[in-house]
């Protein structure tokens, strides 16, 4: 049978819970477990794929296309495995599958409430994860915070969940804040305290807490937490504050949180292998050349917004290791004071995605002075559209060329909306969504880098490169690397005259492991240390340590 882990987390937002549980299913697996996670948010939208970004942060797409949390790129990112569209739920969802039942007459006349149908659509929700092949550890973590009004159904859910598939097969994980007040050189537990005497008062007592904190705690902290809260003080487990995200798994399991869930859950597990993930932690410790990429774009005070792009980045660091410095760059600002003011110091120059014309012009300058200067230039998505507009200007001579979603009225619409899109007025779930094939040409940077004839990303737009100017384009020197052969959609487009200059019509971010760095973000970052010994006057090359593979 299944076995259930169920992370919830209280205080405050933005403790980690995500991180935790992706951090739980990382130890599990690596005692030879088969693990899936999912998460359930508690908002009304059906996805986050309509919210805005200061709202929301990253939306995650998967192979299936689903528009899902953040938190679902965790999961991936720490159990190396890809998700699917039942990996996140939204009560948004749950509630529109009960409203359709009750108007087919599912219900057969009966009062339809929050107990029993919210709850048993929730439970069923949260079983059928097993499906997903043989599956020994379920983690499912609940969104928001303990109080919250909206989080009450789902863990109405998870407390009927333990009476129902017994004690023995369920494990409630509380990730909760214990705030060190400067001032009075004191560690606070009373938060603790009240959070959970709040999941206590639903009928929840957690069973192991996570208490976050950026200082050690004290064995008679400790004590009082464990004392107050009812649970053994082994079952405390502090996650302390750390430089990497990656080294959280260690954290843990040297505080024996995996030996605990493997006890209580009578699990048949062996002894961690820990390896991979040590080693990946060392070679980002040990880097000592540092490289600084500029991501220019339109929410960089919001890093949240582009997570995968900032892992990814990572992953690529530690695949060459190096240390990357990143600047994060708005995009209106460029606009303002021009690319050489806040540009010159970065050794590669990456334009992530987005939607809107707001910065789209300071992208547009970025990518031109990447070009001119022969700075390594990434662009995702949108990033490649400018890079497609600049050229299109610059090189191509075609005055007031512009994406359609830009400029309706722009003469050279070398960005233009899919056909596909027309006439779509529905904005959710209905852009190009989830993993696409692509045939990369031979002899590009895109082929040498992913060392491969064909592959498949992930996908998230309505605009695409206009095949009415491939030609003129592709006579004035831009490169066409990537095609979907079936309509006939640029993929990848490249420089060839230019040391490292790629833009990709897909999100690779969202495919980068911490050991399995996305092709194209590794090769990046090499051009970036290429660049940065260049201007140094050193030979180019970097190393490329052969990492141990995470499982």
């Not at 192991?208 to 009812?230: H, P």
């Not at 040297?254 to 006890?263: A, C, F, N, S, T």
């Not at 529905?426 to 004839?453: F, I, N, Q």
Request: proline content about 4%.
């Amino acid at each position: 049978m299944t076995k259930f882990v169920f992370v919830t987390g209280g205080v405050v937002s933005s403790l980690g819970k995500g991180i935790a549980a992706s951090s739980i299913g990382s130890l599990l697996k690596s005692r030879g477990l088969e693990v899936t996670i999912q998460k359930f948010d508690p908002y009304l939208n059906v996805d986050p794929g309509t919210m805005s970004p200061y709202q929301h942060g990253e939306v995650f797409v998967t192979d299936d296309g689903a528009e899902t949390d953040l938190d679902v790129g965790h999961y991936e990112r720490f159990l190396g495995v890809s998700m699917h569209r039942e990996n996140n739920v939204t009560a948004g969802q749950v509630y529109d599958s009960i409203i359709q039942k009750e108007r087919r007459g599912d219900y057969l006349g009966r009062t339809v409430q929050v107990i029993p149908h919210v709850t048993d659509e929730i439970k069923s929700r949260m079983l059928g994860i097993t499906r997903q092949g043989q599956v020994d550890v379920a983690i499912v973590e609940i969104g928001g915070t303990v109080g919250d009004i909206e989080s009450l159904p789902f863990l109405e859910a998870i407390r009927q969940l333990r009476l129902e598939l017994k004690r023995e097969n369920t494990l409630f994980v509380h990730v909760t804040l214990v705030p060190h007040l400067g001032a009075a050189r004191e560690t606070k537990t009373k938060p603790t305290q009240h959070s959970v005497k709040e999941l206590r008062a639903i009928g929840i007592q957690p069973d192991i807490l996570l208490c976050r904190t950026e200082m050690t705690l004290q064995d008679d902290v400790k004590e009082k937490i464990a004392l107050f809260c009812n649970v053994p003080k082994e079952a405390v487990i502090e996650a302390i504050d750390v430089a990497s995200i990656y080294e959280i798994p260690l954290m843990f399991h040297r505080g024996g949180l995996d030996d605990l869930i493997v006890e209580y859950l009578r699990l048949d597990a062996g002894p961690p292998d820990l390896e991979a993930w040590q080693s990946f932690a060392d070679r980002v410790r040990s880097a000592r050349e540092q490289v600084t990429i500029a991501v220019v774009g339109k929410y960089t005070h919001l890093r949240d917004a582009y997570k995968s792009i900032n892992e990814a980045i990572a992953h690529g660091a530690a695949a060459n290791g190096v240390a990357v410095k990143v600047d994060w760059v708005d995009s209106e600002r460029v606009e303002m004071d021009g690319p050489a003011a806040l540009l010159a110091q970065a050794h590669g120059i990456l334009i992530p995605g987005g939607f809107g014309d707001r910065g789209t012009e300071g992208m547009i300058q970025a990518a031109r002075y990447a070009r001119e200067r022969k700075t390594p230039f990434f662009g995702i998505c949108l990033g490649m559209q400018c890079a497609v507009i600049e050229f299109a200007r610059d090189v191509a001579g075609l005055d007031g060329a512009d994406s359609s979603e830009f400029r309706a009225d722009t003469p050279h619409a070398v960005i233009d909306l899919l056909e596909s899109q027309q006439g779509v007025s529905k904005k959710g779930g209905t852009m190009r969504l989830g993993a696409y094939d692509c045939e990369l040409t031979l002899g590009t940077h895109a082929a040498e880098e992913y060392a491969k004839s064909h592959v498949a990303e992930r996908h998230r737009h309505r605009y695409e490169f206009n095949n009415r100017y491939r030609e003129d384009l592709e006579k004035h020197g831009l490169r066409v690397a990537g095609l979907y052969k079936d309509l006939n959609l640029v993929e990848i487009v490249e420089l060839p005259e230019h040391p490292w200059f790629v833009g990709v019509q897909f999100h690779p971010e969202l495919r980068s492991r911490p050991a399995d760095p996305h092709p194209l973000f590794r090769g990046f970052v090499r051009a970036a240390v290429e660049e940065r010994r260049r201007r140094e006057g050193q030979t180019s090359g970097s190393p490329r340590p052969s990492g141990a593979r995470i499982e």
